[in-house]
């Protein structure tokens, strides 16, 4: 399978910072990048989709103002959560694809703790 | 959106099958069923995805029904790490020729020494 990488993987900051959590597929080219975040004890949510080169499309009730998405180049997508509050604490996992992606890999996730 | 129901836990003794069942009732023609697993505080594993034939890889085979309302993960020799939870997902056509991935709460398959 893909090999995805996500940085930091695990990060606490205080309420009203700004986080960037950053994707890599390191041995594929992402024409598309999702991605997802996860409750405790709940399921993945798609956040958002977004195609390189091109502005993200957000799912309904995902501010797009508040989680900044860039898909600059086909291996590198960041996701930055600005002002961060404790409610956004959660677990934050990156979906790159290509083409028709039959195969659709995940990162290991980005554990964000918001103080 | 085609939507889909698993039951929300199994449990199967080691090395013994583990069948995942999945009802899809309303899935459209051109949408593909796909499994993915996720170990505790971990991203998603792609396990295997079909249209209407049955298929397999060395992870798992899955039982497409004849009318595609349902079907079925098996994981023919179940270890210890396949402790997880399964999520069937019926793939969206979205995004020019990409579809997306709705997640529902899947099954937590509880494997036993």
């Known amino acids: 399978g893909a090999v995805v990488s996500q940085h930091p993987s695990w990060v606490i900051c205080k309420s009203g910072t700004s986080v960037k959590i950053e994707c890599r597929s390191l041995?594929?080219?992402?024409?598309?990048m999702f991605w997802y975040r996860q409750f405790p004890k709940q399921s993945l949510m798609l956040m958002a989709t977004?195609?390189?080169?091109?502005?993200?499309?957000?799912e309904q009730g995902v501010e797009k103002d508040k989680f900044l998405i860039n898909h600059a180049s086909l291996t590198l997508s960041t996701l930055t959560v600005t002002s961060a509050h404790p409610e956004d604490s959660s677990f934050y996992i990156c979906?790159?694809?290509?083409?028709?992606?039959?195969?659709?890999?995940f990162g290991p996730g980005t554990r964000l703790t918001v103080t | 959106d085609a939507k889909t129901t698993q039951p929300t836990s199994m449990d199967c003794a080691e090395g013994r099958a583990a069948n995942l069942p999945c009802n899809h009732s309303t899935i459209s023609g051109n949408e593909y069923v796909y499994w993915y697993r996720q170990i505790h505080s971990q991203g998603p594993q792609y396990i295997i995805h079909?249209?209407?034939n049955n298929e397999t890889n060395e992870m798992a085979s899955l039982i497409i029904t004849e009318d595609r309302k349902s079907s079925t993960l098996i994981l023919p020799h179940a270890t210890l790490r396949d402790t997880a939870v399964y999520y069937c997902i019926v793939r969206v056509p979205g995004g020019s020729t990409l579809g997306r991935l709705y997640f529902g709460r899947g099954t937590q398959l509880t494997v036993w020494p």
């Open positions: 979906s790159p694809a290509r083409g028709e992606a039959y195969e659709q890999y």
């Open positions: 977004s195609n390189e080169g091109s502005k993200a499309t957000y």
């Open positions: 041995d594929f080219q992402a024409t598309t």
């Open positions: 079909g249209l209407k």
